[in-house]
C-alpha cells in the first residue's frame, strides 16, 4: 500500500465533510503510526498477496513476525474469498470483468488534489447484462463496525473509478463492499451511476473549503482520528459544556451557600457537610434514569475518546519530545524481569539436573487445516469443530446485525461499550 495521502483523503473523507476546516488545523500534527495502523498494513498486503495469486500473478508471500497469525489467515481468507465471489459471478454473467488490484484512483475533479487507492476496482457485468462497477474495501478493525451505506470513502474511490473508466465501459450500477470480517461486517451497498455523481456534485463545495481550510470546526464521532484533537478549541468546548450543564453544577450543592444561619446554629442533622467544597457535584441529587444516560451515551463516548486523546497527546509531548508539563514529571514505570540469554538459562538449568524446561502445545486449528488441507481436516476433525457466540455487546440501533433474542442466549459476561458500540 502507498504511504502517501491525499490532503483530502478518502479515507478521512466523513471528517471533513462534517469539519472542513479540520484538514488544515491538523497539518502541523505528526500521523503517527499506531500498531493496529501497522497491523492493518499488514492485513491488507496479505489480502493483495491471496488476490493476485488467484489472479494468476506472480507474487512473494508478505512475511510478518510481529503480525502474522492463524486469525489474520482467516480474516484475510474471508476477504479473498468475497473478491472471488464477485469476480466469479460477473464471469458467469457473461462477461471477462477488469480486475484491479489495489488501483489508485484520482477524483480530484471531485475534491482538489484528491487521490486514494481502493482495495479493489472491478468493473463487469450484473445478472442483467448492466455495466458495474465494483469497490470492495477491507477492513481489519474490530473497534468500529464501518458502515457501508453511502460510505463517502468508497464513493470517493467510486467517483474515481468512474473518472478512469465510465468513458470506456458503459457502467450503470455502483456497488460498494465492505468486508470487516471482525465484526461480521460483509455488507454491499448499490447505488446508480447518476446518484452516485450527483453526489459528487453536491459535496464539491465542502471539498473546496476543506481545501482551502475554511468553515466551522463541528465536533462528532468524525473526530476519532482527527490529529487536531487534543488541542480543539470546539472539542474541548463540548466535552466541558456537557459535564457542566448536564451532570455538574459548579454552583449549587456543595458550593452553595446556605441561605439559613451559620452552620453553628444548626442541629448535627441540619448543619451541611463540611465537605471539600471545590468539588463540583451532581446538579440533582438522586439516581439517573435510563432514559437520560442512554440520551446522553453518544456524546459520553465522544468526551471519553477526548480525554484520551488529550492524555495521550501531553504524554506523549513530555516523554516523547521532553516538553515540559507543569504540575507533572516523567517517571519510570514498573517492569517485568526477563531472562537476557535463553540458552545460556537453559545449559546453566540442565547442567545443574533440571528437566521439564518446556512446554507442549497442540498445534493451532488453522494449522491442522493447513497441514491436512480442507477436505480431510473436515472428513477427520469436522465433528470436532465448532464456533462459540460471540461475546454479547450493546451497540447503537442504526448497528445492522440482529438483536440477540436475550431470553435464549447462554449466560455472557457484558462487553463495555465504546464510542462505535463495539468491544
Ligand atoms: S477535533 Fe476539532 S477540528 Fe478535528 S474534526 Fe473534531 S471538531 Fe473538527
Not at 7 to 20: E, F, G, I, N, R
Not at 288 to 303: F, K, Q, S, V
Request: aromatic share 8%; charged share 25%; glycine share 6%.
Amino acid at each position: 500500500m502507498p504511504d502517501v495521502h491525499a490532503l483530502l483523503s478518502a479515507s478521512s473523507s466523513k471528517q471533513w465533510l462534517h469539519c472542513p476546516p479540520s484538514v488544515r488545523l491538523q497539518e502541523g500534527f505528526p500521523n503517527e503510526s499506531s500498531v493496529y495502523a501497522e497491523e492493518g498494513t499488514f492485513c491488507h498486503s496479505v489480502c493483495e498477496y491471496k488476490v493476485r495469486k488467484y489472479l494468476k500473478e506472480r507474487v512473494k508471500r508478505p512475511q510478518s513476525e510481529e503480525f502474522y497469525t492463524e486469525e489474520i489467515d482467516q480474516i484475510t481468507d474471508v476477504y479473498y474469498e468475497f473478491v472471488v465471489g464477485v469476480i466469479e459471478e460477473m464471469k458467469r454473467n457473461g462477461c471477462e470483468p477488469l480486475v484491479l488490484v489495489e488501483e489508485r484512483v484520482d477524483y480530484s475533479h471531485i475534491a482538489p488534489s484528491g487521490f486514494g487507492t481502493a482495495d479493489m476496482l472491478i468493473v463487469g457485468r450484473d445478472a442483467d447484462g448492466k455495466g458495474v462497477l465494483h469497490i470492495i474495501d477491507f477492513k481489519a478493525g474490530a473497534g468500529i463496525y464501518v458502515e457501508v451505506d453511502h460510505n463517502s470513502q468508497l464513493s470517493l474511490y467510486a467517483l474515481g473509478g468512474l473518472h478512469a473508466y465510465g468513458y470506456i465501459y458503459p457502467i450503470e450500477t455502483i456497488r460498494m463492499s465492505i468486508v470487516q470480517p471482525r465484526l461480521d461486517n460483509v455488507n454491499t451497498f448499490e447505488c446508480s451511476r447518476e446518484e452516485l455523481e450527483a453526489w459528487g456534485e453536491s459535496i464539491k463545495p465542502i471539498a473546496k473549503m476543506a481545501f482551502e481550510g475554511k468553515g466551522e470546526q463541528n465536533p462528532g464521532e468524525w473526530c476519532r482520528f482527527c490529529r487536531a484533537k487534543p488541542v480543539c478549541k470546539a472539542c474541548a468546548k463540548e466535552a466541558l459544556s456537557l459535564c457542566r450543564e448536564e451532570f455538574l453544577d459548579l454552583d449549587a450543592g456543595a458550593l452553595s451557600e446556605d441561605p439559613r444561619a451559620s452552620p453553628d446554629e444548626l442541629s448535627d442533622l441540619e448543619a451541611p457537610y463540611q465537605a471539600d467544597t471545590t468539588t463540583p457535584v451532581f446538579k440533582q441529587p438522586g439516581l439517573i434514569p435510563m432514559t437520560e444516560l442512554a440520551g446522553i451515551l453518544p456524546t459520553l463516548n465522544r468526551i471519553s475518546s477526548w480525554i484520551e486523546a488529550v492524555f495521550a497527546y501531553v504524554t506523549s509531548e513530555a516523554v516523547n519530545h521532553a516538553v515540559p508539563v507543569p504540575g507533572y514529571k516523567v517517571v519510570e514505570g514498573r517492569s517485568k524481569r526477563v531472562f537476557t540469554d535463553t540458552k545460556a538459562v537453559v545449559d546453566t538449568a540442565v547442567a545443574n539436573g533440571y528437566t521439564d524446561l518446556y512446554k507442549q502445545q497442540l498445534i493451532t486449528l488453522t494449522e491442522f487445516e493447513k497441514m491436512m488441507g480442507k477436505k480431510r481436516f473436515n472428513e477427520l476433525l469436522g465433528e470436532y469443530v465448532a464456533k462459540p457466540p460471540g461475546k454479547l455487546a450493546l451497540v447503537p440501533e442504526s448497528d445492522p446485525r440482529p438483536p440477540v433474542d436475550l431470553n435464549n442466549a447462554p449466560d455472557q459476561e457484558f462487553a463495555v461499550l465504546t464510542d462505535s458500540g463495539e468491544e
